[in-house]
């Protein structure tokens, strides 16, 4: 048995885990997990579940338009909430609103324990981990708890982000995750008036850290107000705009992965 195969326990009937991760907060981590899923779910036609890991700042029931506490099955499991197809299980559902959360390491490692055990997740083909972002204990532990089959990773173009993304980089391939690919989010700007392509956060420097890390380049993501709003209303652009150009880049990136 492979070392370290003992705490990396497989959870019952679900196919593949895996994680979308940032090296920092803020460069579209979560907004990237949803789109994710619910493509997987509403383009792939798979069965799909959302694991908000994100303790510190749970915003998977903002972005699924979920919220409230869920059923306890006979079982004295959760029941998943569900929207656009995808189950869905956030410590936000658990929480008060706007409590403040002072997570110590063994917490989030109890919490995971309960957001994935202790919920009746039923068959799913790929569960989609929104990771907490950072590369430190917790995102390792969460990494070896889940046993994921592999790691998406997020990042702006802009060289800080690029250098957090290769050390989340690194630390998945020191627990040995796979690295399934680099997205690019916030990758360019559209003018609405004019129709220009602008780079905000700077070009290209996605494209080449996946080149030098040897990993795959997934796609761009662009900087659009659409996806912000949809964000905010709890409508994923995937699901609510389905045929703009955004939600193909995302549908695109889902077969990939
Ligand atoms: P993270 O999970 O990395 O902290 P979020 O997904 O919460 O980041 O995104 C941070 C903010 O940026 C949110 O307000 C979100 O709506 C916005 N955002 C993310 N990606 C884009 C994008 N491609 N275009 C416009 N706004 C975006």
Same mark, same amino acid.
């Given at each position: 048995m492979a070392a370290?195969?003992?705490?990396?326990? !497989?959870?019952?009937?679900?196919?593949? #885990?895996?994680?979308?991760?940032?090296?920092?907060?803020?460069?579209?981590?979560?907004?990237?997990?949803?789109?994710?899923?619910?493509?997987?779910?509403?383009?792939?036609?798979?069965?799909?579940?959302?694991?908000?890991?994100?303790?510190?700042?749970?915003? #998977?029931?903002?972005?699924?338009?979920?919220?409230? !506490?869920?059923? #306890?099955?006979?079982a004295n499991k959760m029941i998943p909430l569900e929207n656009y197809g995808v189950k869905c299980m956030s410590m936000g559902f658990l929480m008060e609103k706007d409590a403040p959360v002072v997570w110590r390491g063994p917490m989030v490692m109890s919490a995971l324990e309960k957001l994935t055990r202790g919920v009746s997740?039923?068959?799913?083909?790929?569960?989609?981990?929104?990771?907490?972002?950072?590369?430190?204990?917790?995102?390792?532990?969460?990494? !070896?708890?889940?046993?994921?089959?592999?790691?998406v990773i997020v990042s702006t173009p802009q060289d800080i982000a690029l250098l957090d993304a290769r050390r989340g980089t690194n630390m998945f391939q020191k627990v040995h995750v796979p690295i399934l690919g680099l997205i690019e989010n916030m990758s360019y700007f559209i003018c609405p008036g004019c129709g220009q392509s602008s780079h905000i956060f700077g070009h290209g420097g996605c494209e080449t850290t996946a080149k030098e890390m040897q990993i795959d380049f997934l796609g761009k993501v662009p900087l659009d107000v659409h996806i912000r709003e949809t964000s905010d209303e709890g409508k994923p652009i995937v699901a609510s705009s389905a045929n703009s150009d955004v939600a193909a880049v995302y549908n695109s990136i889902a077969t990939r992965i």
């Amino acid at each position: 048995m492979a070392a370290g195969a003992l705490s990396k326990p !497989q959870l019952d009937g679900v196919e593949r #885990i895996i994680a979308v991760a940032s090296g920092k907060g803020g460069v579209g981590k979560s907004t990237t997990a949803v789109n994710l899923a619910v493509a997987l779910a509403l383009k792939c036609k798979l069965r799909v579940g959302l694991l908000d890991a994100d303790v510190y700042g749970p915003s #998977i029931p903002l972005l699924m338009n979920l919220s409230g !506490q869920p059923k #306890i099955d006979s079982a004295n499991k959760m029941i998943p909430l569900e929207n656009y197809g995808v189950k869905c299980m956030s410590m936000g559902f658990l929480m008060e609103k706007d409590a403040p959360v002072v997570w110590r390491g063994p917490m989030v490692m109890s919490a995971l324990e309960k957001l994935t055990r202790g919920v009746s997740w039923g068959k799913l083909d790929i569960m989609v981990v929104d990771m907490p972002p950072g590369t430190g204990d917790a995102q390792i532990s969460v990494s !070896q708890r889940l046993k994921l089959a592999g790691a998406v990773i997020v990042s702006t173009p802009q060289d800080i982000a690029l250098l957090d993304a290769r050390r989340g980089t690194n630390m998945f391939q020191k627990v040995h995750v796979p690295i399934l690919g680099l997205i690019e989010n916030m990758s360019y700007f559209i003018c609405p008036g004019c129709g220009q392509s602008s780079h905000i956060f700077g070009h290209g420097g996605c494209e080449t850290t996946a080149k030098e890390m040897q990993i795959d380049f997934l796609g761009k993501v662009p900087l659009d107000v659409h996806i912000r709003e949809t964000s905010d209303e709890g409508k994923p652009i995937v699901a609510s705009s389905a045929n703009s150009d955004v939600a193909a880049v995302y549908n695109s990136i889902a077969t990939r992965i």
